[in-house]
């Protein structure tokens, strides 16, 4: 006998599924049965948790472009999803969930773990969720929830009570009533009309000094960008989901942009009059030109998203490389270099800051060491991911992307606890390339170090064992903290911020991967060097001072006075604070700063 759960398999199958990440039940065995029958047509990777399977399927989709697919059991499996699925939501993600259900005969019994799953998942899902209720059904079910996902990038969930994930498949009678779907997608070419680009083309041809910003929708348009870029004589900037957009090497890549980002991103956008905004959702305004200031131009496949983050003159809804590849015919070379020259000039002189910053004197490490010291190392075609907090200060501004290389973190949601099953849902996409996870302490012990466990069970299997986990320990929530200090002018209040000390590496051992500690500064490239010569999974611990501010380079009086409050107020780590802040940001205008 066929069963519902057979039939589940194989149709995803037939929509190009090969990997599922979930954690098992009594309220999904049906499905799970039907995988072991299936003979590894579909790959089934056992995360340690809902939230980090539903992680891997939002990376799987991040890094491939393929749809992603997580599973869980009713009750709290299903609810363990949600963080995860959300992280996929928000960064416009294809993922399916597959839920499991009580059966049909107890619902609205208040029967045991039965949670009304259409309306948790309404928000998370709402572009398409649904509970099965025949076999019949699950036939246009399963075919609307992928093509839904992919087609308009989004989440969908399928809610399969137990009992029916056992009954007999049937295919749905030629009858009134019933649906008889197909498998099948293929991608349009989504172009705007000639005039629109005429219009756009127009306002970049007007531009002295033209500034461009590019988020994870133009990562599959990297020459088209940079074709652009150099015909305009822009510089470009980048969000963080779009940081493999262009490589770092190129002098009028400025960087990252926002709370995290550089310096000259921050004047890109202060000096600019025409700005062009490729496939990005970056959501602080206050980081993109004044209004009025600049003559804008965007270019997003959402409608939903355009003129959203600043009032653009022209907006173009279409795929990034089409789009660009359409415009370029209609663009003026510009022959007026003295802009680009301003622009390659700020960021050589944000290379210099940024070498003296990670170099600087810290107790015991200096946390932009750690990433300044790995990216001259990072092999060709490595995949680096992030966690939320201080770390991704160090990526977004230390971190040097060259051509090939992808990398990625949770850019919406920014939840803590994504960088570790980001790194091994990519390790399983690409399994002979090297990935590294860069995580806070604060993220390591939420979540992130079970899923190690993780690692020690599937590593053998894969091409190459190149797989890192860095922690940086610091023994702080850091980024939290220094949020306090800054945003607040409120002291570090140590009863939510401090956490426990934790030997990660020797926990790291004793599963049966390599564990490195380092507590030197002068250890560090020692130790990155042997991380990536090393034929097992390492996780690399970096004891890192917590009083090296992870702040904006471009920070405001307004905010370097409430962090001068927080001192006469009494921080408790206020003499290192005091130390390393001057040297690193606030000398210039804190009063009495030094600018040593």
């Not at 107890?106 to 928000?123: I, N, P, R």
């Not at 041809?205 to 910003?213: D, T």
């Amino acid at each position: 006998m066929r069963t519902v759960g057979d039939f589940l398999v194989e149709r995803l199958s037939q929509w190009g599924v090969t990997r599922i990440f979930g954690y098992p039940g009594d309220g999904i065995n049906g499905v799970f049965g039907a995988l072991r029958r299936a003979n590894g047509k579909i790959e089934f990777v056992q995360a340690r948790h809902e939230e980090m399977a539903a992680f891997m399927a939002s990376a799987h989709a991040k890094f491939t472009g393929e749809l992603g697919v997580c599973i869980a059991t009713f009750g709290p499996g299903a609810s363990h999803l949600i963080t995860g699925l959300y992280d996929a939501r928000m960064d416009h993600m294809p993922v399916l969930a597959i839920v499991g259900q009580q059966a049909r005969n107890a619902l609205g019994g208040h029967y045991q773990q039965e949670l009304d799953l259409v309306s948790m998942f309404k928000d998370v899902a709402g572009a398409f969720v649904q509970q099965a209720s025949s076999p019949a059904q699950v036939r246009h079910l399963i075919d609307r929830a992928v093509r839904t996902a992919v087609g308009e990038r989004r989440v969908t969930a399928i809610i399969l009570p137990n009992d029916l994930q056992e009954a007999e498949f049937k295919d749905p009678a030629r009858a009134h009533g019933t649906i008889h779907s197909g498998v099948g997608y293929s991608k349009p070419r989504v172009v705007p009309y000639e005039a629109d680009l005429q219009r756009a083309a127009d306002v970049l041809n007007a531009g002295e000094k033209v500034a461009i910003l590019v988020g994870a929708g133009a990562l599959g348009a990297t020459d088209e960008v940079i074709e652009v870029a150099e015909k305009l004589g822009a510089g470009v900037a980048k969000a963080l989901l779009g940081k493999a957009v262009v490589p770092d090497d190129l002098p009028w890549v400025t960087g990252s942009i926002g709370l995290l980002g550089t310096e000259p991103s921050y004047k890109l956008m202060s000096e600019c009059d025409t700005f062009l905004m490729i496939g990005s959702g970056f959501p602080y305004s206050e980081f993109l030109p004044k209004e009025g200031q600049a003559r804008g131009v965007q270019i997003d496949l959402q409608p939903d998203m355009l003129s959203l983050r600043y009032p653009m003159e022209v907006n173009l809804v279409g795929d990034a490389g089409e789009t660009l590849t359409a415009l370029m015919p209609l663009l003026q070379q510009k022959t007026q270099r003295s802009w680009r020259k301003k622009v390659v000039a700020w960021r050589a002189s944000w290379e210099k800051t940024l070498e003296k910053r990670a170099l600087a004197k810290a107790d015991p490490i200096n946390p932009q060491r750690v990433v300044f010291e790995l990216s001259p190392r990072l092999p060709d075609h490595a995949i680096i991911t992030s966690d939320s907090g201080s770390c991704a200060n160090w990526y977004a501004r230390d971190l040097k992307i060259r051509p090939g290389m992808m990398c990625s973190l949770s850019g919406g949601l920014a939840s803590m606890g994504a960088a570790v099953p980001y790194a091994i849902a990519a390790k399983f996409a690409f399994p002979e390339r090297p990935v590294i996870a860069l995580v806070g302490d604060g993220a390591m012990q939420m979540n992130n170090m079970a899923e190690l466990i993780t690692v020690a069970k599937y590593w053998k299997q894969w091409d190459s064992p190149k797989w890192i986990c860095a922690v940086f320990n610091n023994e702080d929530l850091n980024q939290v903290t220094w949020e306090q200090r800054v945003m607040e002018g409120d002291p570090k209040f140590e009863a939510s911020q401090n956490i426990p000390d934790v030997p990660y590496h020797l926990f790291a051992i004793s599963i049966g991967l390599k564990g490195i500690f380092v507590d030197r500064e002068d250890q560090v490239a020692e130790a990155w060097e042997k991380a990536l010569a090393s034929d097992v999974p390492v996780l690399l611990e970096f004891k890192t001072d917590p009083n090296v501010p992870p702040l904006p380079p471009h920070i405001k009086l307004e905010q370097a006075k409430k962090f001068a409050s927080t001192l006469l107020q009494g921080d408790p780590d206020e003499a290192g604070v005091i130390i390393l802040t001057a040297k690193q940001v606030l000398g210039a205008v804190l009063p009495g700063g030094s600018k040593k």
